[in-house]
Structures are given as structure tokens and as C-alpha cells.
């Protein structure tokens, strides 16, 4: 969906989460209950999911720390995508090895400290090196999910030629 409202083109994203956890007992105690989940996005596969395997969950799942990295991850790399093709760079092989540092609080709760992304692009003209190192930093200032996370997300990018 997309209204517009003054210069700002307003897009919504709905999905359904269901826990499939309820052993019998539901959360009568902290040991009583599954952890696991469903993502049900309108015309898309079922995202199957847990907590992380320190919080009871299923190690073979998708958790939510799992995906919040890929979705910063994903979002530079679509974002430097983007960028690249419509300034001339082939870029030719993308991948990023990706790392966040949860931090747990003693009385519970916790956050993201940090998220480093490590993406080696390979490019196909080595006259494009540095304006495709360059573009690391206005992919990052245009992803979506990077500016709407509050905790800080570096980048140390390397560009080869192929």
C-alpha cells in the first residue's frame, strides 16, 4: 500500500506471526512451552522461526537476532546494488559475512550493540574500484532498515576486479 502524504510516499508491510508453542500446559512455567513460530506473509513462503537456542529455542530455526542482521545485511546489499547499476558498475559477485554484538543485561532484556557488515563485491572494470568503495557509505545512509535501528552499523568493505 502507498499513499501519498506531502512528499513522503508512505508504504505498509503486514505480517502475521503465530506461536505454535502451546506443549499442553501453554507458559504455566518457563520449561513448558516451544519457542517456535510462523511468519505468514500474504503470497510468500512461511517463514518457520524460534527463539535462540539460549532462550529454549530450536538451533535448526530462524531467530529473531538472525534475521534482524540479515535484514541489515540484505538492505545495504540491495541498496549498493541499486547504486552501482545506475552508475555503471557491474558488479559481478556480492557476498557479506555479517556480525552483531548482542549484549545481555543482568535483570533481562538487552540490545544490538553493534552490527558489522563485511561484504566482498567483486566488480568487472578495475576503473570502477574506488567509486564502488565509495558507494558503501550512500548504501548505507539509503537502507531502510539501517536508519531505523538504533544501534550502529559499520561497514568495512572490500572490492575486488574479477
Not at 500446559?25 to 506473509?41: A, E, K, L, M, P
Request: proline content about 4%.
Amino acid at each position: 500500500m502507498s499513499d501519498a502524504v506531502g512528499t513522503k510516499r508512505i508504504h505498509e508491510y503486514l505480517a502475521q506471526v503465530t506461536w505454535e508453542g502451546n506443549l499442553g500446559q501453554g507458559t504455566s512455567n518457563y520449561t513448558s512451552y516451544s519457542r517456535s513460530y510462523r511468519v505468514h506473509i500474504a503470497g510468500k513462503p512461511d517463514l518457520a522461526g524460534t527463539a535462540d537456542p539460549m532462550f529454549r529455542g530450536e538451533p535448526d530455526k530462524h531467530n529473531p537476532e538472525d534475521l534482524f542482521l540479515t535484514a541489515l545485511a540484505t538492505c545495504h546489499m540491495l541498496s549498493y546494488l541499486a547504486l552501482c547499476a545506475r552508475k555503471g558498475i557491474q558488479v559481478i559477485g556480492y557476498e557479506d559475512e555479517a556480525r552483531g554484538v548482542l549484549a545481555l543485561e543482568p535483570r533481562g532484556g538487552g540490545r544490538f550493540e553493534e552490527v558489522t557488515l563485511r561484504p566482498v563485491v567483486t566488480i568487472a572494470d578495475a576503473e570502477h574500484v574506488a567509486l564502488a568503495e565509495q558507494l558503501h557509505d550512500t548504501a548505507h545512509d539509503l537502507c531502510f532498515i539501517a536508519n531505523s535501528c538504533s544501534a550502529p552499523v559499520h561497514h568495512e568493505a572490500t572490492v575486488q576486479v574479477h
